[in-house]
C-alpha cells in the first residue's frame, strides 16, 4: 500500500508562477524525500529532509515538513517549461534499515508557456 | 560515471512466454530495488537486495515473478509465464553506502504481453 498521497494529482499553471504539491503520510518517518519523473525516465531525486527538520531549500526548490501533521509540501519558484514533470514524494516509513523507501502516487505538473 | 542500466528498453512479447529483465547497479552501491509502475496501481517496490541477499519479496506480485543477484554488479528479474497484466515499466534503482536513503533509478524496461 502507498505510505504517501500527493495533492493535487495534477496542477497546470503558468511559466514563472509558482507551483506547490503537498504529500500527506500516514506512519512516521526517518526521512522523506522528493523524486521527479520526466516523461518515460526513471525518477530523480531531488531533495530529502529529515523528520527533525522543518525547511529544507535547494535552488528553486523549498521543501517543508511538519511531522505532527504528517504532512510535506515542495514549492517549485519561478517554474520553468523544464520541469514540466511528475512529482513524487517518498518516506522510509520509519524503517530502520534505511533502505525501503515507500512512493506516493505523484503529482503530475504542467507548465505552460 | 554510468547511471544504473537496464535492458532490454522494450520488451514485446506474447503471454505465457518467459520474460528476463536485466538490472546493473552503480558501481559500488550494495543495495538494489526492483519497482513496477502502472498507471493504475502506480509505482509498486517489487522486492529489493543488501549485498546481493533479498530482504524483502513482499511485492512480488505471485510465484510467476523471481529475482536473482548473483554478484554486486548484476540482477535479473524474471517472469514466468508472462501475462497481459504483466504490462508495465520496470525500473531498477540502486543505493549505496554513502547517502543511502538516495535510489538512483535508472531509464525502465517497458513490457508489453501481447
Known amino acids: 500500500s502507498q505510505q504517501g498521497e500527493e495533492d493535487p494529482q495534477a496542477l497546470s499553471i503558468q511559466e514563472g508562477e509558482n507551483a506547490t504539491m503537498n504529500c500527506s503520510y500516514k506512519?512516521?518517518?526517518?526521512?522523506l524525500q522528493w523524486y521527479r519523473q520526466n516523461s518515460g525516465r526513471g525518477l530523480v531525486h531531488l531533495i530529502l529532509?529529515?523528520?527533525?527538520?522543518r525547511e529544507k531549500h535547494s535552488g528553486r526548490l523549498r521543501v517543508t515538513l511538519d511531522t505532527s501533521k504528517k504532512s510535506s509540501s515542495l514549492l517549485i519558484t519561478a517554474s520553468r517549461a523544464a520541469d514540466t514533470a511528475s512529482y513524487f514524494c517518498?518516506?522510509?516509513?520509519?524503517?530502520?534499515?534505511?533502505?525501503?523507501?515507500?512512493f506516493g502516487s505523484g503529482t503530475r505538473l504542467s507548465i505552460r508557456p | 560515471d554510468a547511471g544504473v542500466i537496464q535492458s532490454p528498453r522494450h520488451e514485446v512479447t506474447e503471454m505465457g512466454q518467459e520474460v528476463t529483465l536485466r538490472c546493473k547497479p552503480i558501481?559500488?552501491?550494495?543495495?538494489l530495488f526492483w519497482y513496477r509502475q502502472t498507471m493504475m496501481r502506480g509505482l509498486e517496490l517489487l522486492i529489493y537486495?543488501?549485498?546481493?541477499?533479498?530482504?524483502?519479496d513482499s511485492g512480488m506480485p505471485e510465484d510467476r515473478f523471481s529475482a536473482k543477484m548473483p554478484n554486486a554488479s548484476f540482477s535479473t528479474l524474471k517472469i514466468q509465464p508472462s501475462e497481459p497484466r504483466d504490462s508495465a515499466v520496470y525500473f531498477c534503482?540502486?543505493?549505496?553506502?554513502?547517502?543511502?536513503?538516495?535510489?538512483?533509478f535508472g531509464p525502465g524496461t517497458r513490457l508489453l504481453v501481447l
Open positions: 537486495f543488501n549485498n546481493n541477499v533479498p530482504i524483502d
Open positions: 534503482a540502486s543505493s549505496g553506502l554513502v547517502d543511502r536513503e538516495t535510489q538512483y
Open positions: 506512519t512516521s518517518i526517518n526521512n
Open positions: 517518498a518516506t522510509d516509513g520509519g524503517y530502520s534499515s534505511a533502505s525501503k523507501i515507500i
Open positions: 529532509i529529515r523528520s527533525n527538520e
Open positions: 558501481s559500488g552501491h550494495n543495495s
